[in-house]
């Protein structure tokens, strides 16, 4: 929408306007937006094909050998001799399992930012309600790679004196 020039504020006008559920915005610095909605996990099992265990392989006698051979000449304070001389007499084949437990998390911040107005279109409360700041998709980023993406959020947009467009921006933090 285009703004007449009744939409601009004046120079006396606050510079922060409240939007709602932006409230504690009053600045140019961000605010953090809370936790997120409560997590309502799907029915369906979450096994990716890849992560299926069918079974373990088992290792021959000189497959052994070697690995011990390998294990002793990473340490510099093993001797060699011992693990030379070794008779292995029975292999007993078990399971093992290497558990590796990865987080993610994303936090959610908020504040205004500010550019000069020249003539492009405001989305502004006019338009309809901000959403939420955890109501807003973002673009999923790779997993576990530490990402800040910054989005408009949507209707927060005026303008004010000396043509300066203010708009409500969140930034997502990936972590």
Same mark, same amino acid.
């Given at each position: 929408?285009?703004?007449?020039?009744?939409?601009?504020?004046?120079p006396?006008?606050?510079?922060?306007?409240?939007?709602?559920?932006?409230?504690?915005?009053?600045?140019?610095?961000?605010?953090?937006?809370?936790?997120?909605?409560?997590?309502?996990?799907?029915?369906?099992?979450?096994?990716?094909?890849?992560?299926?265990?069918? =079974? @373990? $392989?088992?290792?021959?006698?000189? /497959?052994?050998?070697?690995?011990l051979?390998? !294990?002793?000449?990473?340490?510099?304070? %093993?001797?060699?001799?011992?693990?030379?001389?070794m008779e292995?007499?029975?292999?007993?084949? =078990? @399971? $093992?399992?290497?558990?590796?437990? /990865?987080?993610?998390?994303?936090?959610?911040? !908020?504040?205004?930012?500010?550019?000069? %107005?020249?003539?492009?279109?405001?989305?502004?409360?006019?338009?309809?309600?901000?959403?939420?700041?955890?109501?807003m998709?973002?673009?999923?980023?790779?997993?576990f790679?530490?990402?800040?993406?910054?989005?408009?959020?949507?209707?927060?947009?005026?303008?004010?004196?000396?043509?300066?467009?203010?708009?409500?921006?969140?930034?997502?933090?990936?972590?």
């Amino acid at each position: 929408m285009v703004p007449s020039q009744s939409d601009i504020k004046e120079p006396s006008d606050p510079s922060f306007e409240i939007v709602a559920g932006y409230e504690s915005a009053a600045g140019l610095d961000a605010v953090p937006a809370g936790p997120p909605p409560p997590y309502l996990p799907s029915n369906q099992p979450q096994v990716r094909p890849d992560e299926h265990f069918d =079974s @373990s $392989a088992q290792i021959t006698h000189s /497959e052994a050998c070697d690995a011990l051979m390998e !294990f002793v000449s990473q340490h510099c304070c %093993y001797g060699k001799g011992a693990a030379k001389e070794m008779e292995i007499k029975d292999m007993k084949h =078990s @399971s $093992a399992y290497h558990y590796k437990l /990865e987080s993610f998390t994303e936090t959610r911040a !908020f504040s205004w930012c500010q550019e000069p %107005y020249t003539g492009q279109v405001i989305d502004g409360p006019m338009n309809g309600r901000a959403p939420g700041a955890w109501e807003m998709q973002v673009e999923q980023p790779a997993p576990f790679a530490p990402t800040t993406l910054y989005q408009e959020i949507p209707h927060t947009a005026s303008i004010h004196g000396c043509k300066l467009q203010m708009k409500m921006s969140f930034m997502v933090l990936e972590i």
